[in-house]
């Protein structure tokens, strides 16, 4: 295991120290972890242990991440290392994110040269937290953007706002988690902060990041009529433009409710498209195209993960000349 220092914190007394990557800033005595579990004090040293170890490689469709507006139709890349600094009780990747999988240990030289095999766009760090792998990310996006490949993340979003301002140049889009309008479930259920994650959106957007925001609606946690209204008011608030997908929950980890209702779910993708231009229902099939919010044409037509460009790559739409926003 590679042993690379970690970046963002500070000396305690008696060889402890305070991880300040993120707002759980962590105070950690010699030879523990903090919340995360890939950050461990040695000798007072706080060590990046995650640095390169990847428990996965796979080339997905970017939709897969998803990710609508960003390179649509192209593979990508996919990777990601143990460990989260959330805990929530229905992660859909808690065998990764809560527990400790095998992993492989690629440089970011290694991870740079495979960047475009398989016709990849570049490289997704994604299925747990990639803003915890924070030092071994940031050196593969340097590598990444020099070569003129994409970095994508796909997040949670809970990071302190200079190490965002850091990593952010590097990145070409990401998909961050919104689990709900309310303080209460992150505090209560994730053991986060929503004025933190709200924040990083904006810093996101700040650097030009092409952002998208899920949300998984979890049955009797944050799904009901005022959920629904008080998120999709959120988003708006941030710009209506934003691609929002409204996700289906699956029983897993700690979670055994069923999953969500259909109804519920159409209801919700119902509510968000009186305010919202893009609107995605994921993890069920219902018509997920991509639709000119001016004239209401399709730009991309969608099928799982599978699409068609009935006009081409087209920067401006062809029915009423309104700019696409969509990055080819
Ligand atoms: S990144 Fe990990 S160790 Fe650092 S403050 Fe967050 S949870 Fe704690």
């Not at 570049?122 to 924070?134: D, N």
């Not at 959920?227 to 996700?247: M, Q």
């Amino acid at each position: 295991m590679k042993q690379v220092e970690a970046r963002y914190y500070e000396k305690l007394p008696n060889n402890r120290v305070r991880c300040l990557l993120c707002p759980a800033r962590c105070a950690i005595s010699p030879g523990r972890l903090g919340l995360c579990r890939v950050r461990r004090n040695i000798d007072g040293i706080l060590v990046a242990e995650a640095y390169g170890q990847l428990v996965t490689l796979a080339l997905d469709p970017i939709e897969k991440k998803p990710l609508y507006h960003f390179m649509p139709g192209k593979p990508i890349l996919s990777t990601g290392a143990n460990g989260c600094n959330f805990r929530c009780p229905f992660c859909q990747n808690w065998t990764i994110s809560q527990s400790k999988a095998d992993t492989v240990y690629y440089s970011p030289e290694d991870l740079a040269e495979i960047s475009a095999r398989g016709g990849s766009v570049g490289i997704a760090f994604t299925y747990t937290e990639p803003l915890v792998w924070f030092e071994y990310v940031l050196d593969c996006a340097r590598l990444l953007k020099k070569m003129g490949k994409a970095v994508v993340l796909v997040s949670n979003g809970y990071i302190n706002e200079e190490p965002a301002r850091e990593i952010f140049p590097f990145v070409d889009a990401a998909n961050i988690d919104l689990k709900s309008s309310s303080a209460d479930f992150y505090k209560k259920i994730c053991m986060g902060n929503l004025d933190d994650v709200l924040r990083t959106i904006r810093l996101a957007r700040e650097y030009q990041i092409k952002v998208e925001l899920t949300n998984l609606l979890i049955p009797g946690k944050n799904d009901s009529e005022k959920d629904l209204t008080d998120i999709v008011d959120l988003v708006a608030a941030i710009d209506p433009l934003i691609p929002f997908h409204i996700s289906r929950y699956f029983p897993n980890y700690e979670y055994s409710y069923p999953p969500t209702p259909i109804s519920i779910l159409d209801r919700a993708v119902a509510i968000a498209r009186q305010k919202l231009a893009y609107v995605y229902p994921g993890n069920y099939i219902r018509e997920s195209d991509t639709r000119c919010p001016k004239c209401g044409l399709i730009l991309v037509k969608r099928q799982g993960y599978s699409i068609e460009l009935p006009y081409g790559r087209v920067t401006v739409c062809p029915g009423c000349n309104r700019e696409v926003d969509v990055i080819w």
